[in-house]
């Protein structure tokens, strides 16, 4: 083995996660984050440490930590779900855990660890009941008859991106200070509101697993187009796929008053679409139908259980409106299968899944040239990718081979609020402001309600010189996605700085840590700007270390180098926003 690659070995990973954060943090922004610091300064911390484990990552709204011994490592989380359900330090908020735990072979890259090991686990922590703990058969073979409490055989569960499924035991705790989930109820929009949850596949092929997925992505999009419905995201919906639910319980957890659920089956080359759309404060349907067809028709019945869904809860006119700017579907349904793989390759935001992305994504568009999705999504891992690796590279063509192909998606199909979306940042990326701003009005003229989209304007305003209003759109689309992935409160931290608040960028990271390789910029300025000038510094060579392993320029580079490199690459409209992120970095010790 070189030198410089990985290391291998065992390792027992322990995933934890606060239940809806996302939520809580919608409600009450300031207060969540800060109880989530102190639940981890109070609680999690010291039980690692008394475990012997050790913390190697923060997750955002969780932490990942590595155990030698799996006894201990279940010993650490009875112990930490029992502060928790017995109401925990003084000080420690009432939030609720779930904790997954897994033994495997684990990829050692400096203080990170990667792989299998870690993945399954992170996984299994989505199984846990909110409160509880869940144990792969393998940690279960080595605590049984070690510990003090009963696991309950939970059964085989497939896991998202886990070839084979997995046997887990679990145990629940009586959940703490915070009530169940189901107790803390997201307030009701006074428009009608609707949760799209995952499609079942009754077929159990994989690549029919993933057109159940496509196909619900592809109505929470449609249905997010109409102003008078409020949506939720894809991320809060997919939270229940493949558990058992109570619409009722998802309604109150989600803030909403329907819920639409389906399945999808195929027949030989046709295919059985079953949906209905439930009213989640009594559990009576309130439409139901069937449709069989060719496989090659789902969209045209996607169009149709759009159509009967804004029958019954949009105005009849709107629809009528929007129905002349609605969106192109695929031609080839095997260039939307293509596109759907490279999706969710892109979502896991490491080189390696991005090349496989990249690689489905120009297949999709070899067999269907004017699939717009397809130019879109490859526009925007080009331009995403220049701050991913390669640093020190000139970014100039893979900001205009992002125009292009923004451009070709628009073209290809204007109607689609995400083309534009897409185009408005690549524009943005290569100084193009007037236009990047023209796109993201346009996008959210078409696609008002879409909460990814949202949270990409409310970043882009901030660059823009309007962090008060990012901000707003921020709140927004947390509102509409509950159970947000960490980017949003990312992108929130940077917005906060653009914005003059270093105090409450520092709140986000104090809790989640840097998402990206870049975002250490912006917490050591945060933190330098705040007064913390020790933890600015170290924040400062933290930078300069990572940049290093990802610095392919200038062979006798200085970390001012990268600094200004990083830095360049923002696309700050106002020079007094540029410059309020230098002096916060002169001030850590990089000046540039």
Wanted: hydrophobic residues 45%; charged residues 25%.
């Amino acid at each position: 083995m070189a030198a410089d690659e990985p290391r291998r070995r065992l390792a027992v990973i322990v995933a934890a996660d606060v239940v809806g954060f996302s939520r809580l943090a919608e409600a009450n922004e300031s207060a969540a984050v800060a109880a989530l610091a102190t639940l981890r300064r109070a609680v999690i911390d010291p039980a690692v440490k008394e475990a012997r484990g050790r913390i190697f990552k923060s997750t955002g709204d969780g932490v990942l930590a590595e155990f030698a011994s799996p006894v201990e490592a279940v010993g650490c989380a009875i112990a930490i779900q029992r502060r928790v359900e017995s109401g925990g330090e003084p000080g420690v908020p009432p939030l609720v855990l779930r904790i997954g735990i897994h033994i495997g072979d684990v990829l050692v890259e400096g203080e990170d660890l990667m792989g299998d090991g870690v993945n399954v686990a992170a996984r299994i922590e989505g199984e846990a009941p909110p409160g509880g703990i869940a144990l792969s058969q393998d940690v279960w073979r080595f605590v049984e008859g070690k510990i003090d409490i009963a696991f309950e055989d939970a059964g085989e569960r497939r896991l998202k991106n886990i070839a084979r499924p997995l046997r887990l035991f679990v145990a629940r705790f009586a959940v703490g200070n915070g009530g169940t989930p189901s107790d803390r109820r997201a307030p009701l929009s006074d428009r009608p509101s609707l949760a799209v949850l995952p499609f079942d596949n009754l077929a159990g092929a994989s690549a029919d697993a993933s057109l159940c997925d496509g196909l619900t992505e592809d109505l929470i999009t449609d249905l997010s187009r109409f102003r008078s419905l409020m949506v939720i995201a894809r991320n809060s919906s997919f939270v229940y796929r493949g558990k058992p639910h109570d619409i009722r319980r998802v309604g109150q957890e989600l803030g909403v008053r329907y819920v639409l659920e389906g399945s999808i089956r195929r027949l030989g080359e046709k295919i059985r679409i079953n949906a209905q759309l439930i009213d989640a404060e009594n559990g009576h349907h309130v439409w139901a139908e069937r449709y069989d067809g060719p496989a090659n028709e789902i969209f045209a019945i996607q169009e149709s259980v759009v159509r009967n869904i804004a029958g019954h809860l949009v105005l009849q006119l709107e629809y009528a409106e929007l129905a002349e700017a609605k969106r192109k579907p695929p031609e080839s349904l095997r260039a939307y299968a293509l596109w759907l793989e490279g999706t969710e390759q892109h979502s896991f935001g490491t080189i390696d899944a991005h090349e496989k992305a990249r690689a489905h994504f120009e297949a999709a568009i070899a067999i269907e040239p004017g699939f717009a999705r397809a130019h879109s999504s490859l526009a925007e891992l080009t331009y995403f990718d220049t701050f991913l690796a390669n640093w020190g590279v000139d970014r100039t063509g893979p900001f205009e081979r992002a125009v292009d192909h923004a451009e070709r998606a628009v073209g290809h199909d204007p109607n689609d609020g995400q083309a534009h979306v897409i185009l408005g940042w690549a524009h943005l990326m290569s100084g193009r402001f007037g236009r990047a701003r023209k796109h993201l009005d346009v996008a959210e003229r078409l696609n008002p309600n879409d909460a990814d989209m949202a949270m990409s304007r409310a970043m882009a305003l901030a660059f823009l010189g309007d962090p008060a209003r990012g901000l707003e759109c921020a709140a927004f689309a947390r509102r509409l996605n509950p159970f947000a992935p960490d980017w949003y409160l990312s992108d929130e931290a940077v917005i906060r700085v653009i914005g003059r608040d270093p105090a409450g960028a520092l709140a986000i990271y104090d809790a989640m840590g840097e998402l990206y390789p870049h975002s250490i910029v912006w917490h050591a300025a945060a933190a330098a700007h705040a007064g913390r000038a020790a933890e600015a510094r170290r924040l400062a060579a933290d930078f300069a270390h990572r940049a290093a392993r990802l610095w392919v320029g200038e062979a006798n580079a200085q970390p001012a180098d990268y600094a200004r490199w990083v830095v360049a690459g923002f696309p700050f409209r106002r020079v007094e926003d540029a410059d309020y992120l230098r002096d916060g970095l002169a001030k850590a010790g990089l000046a540039i």
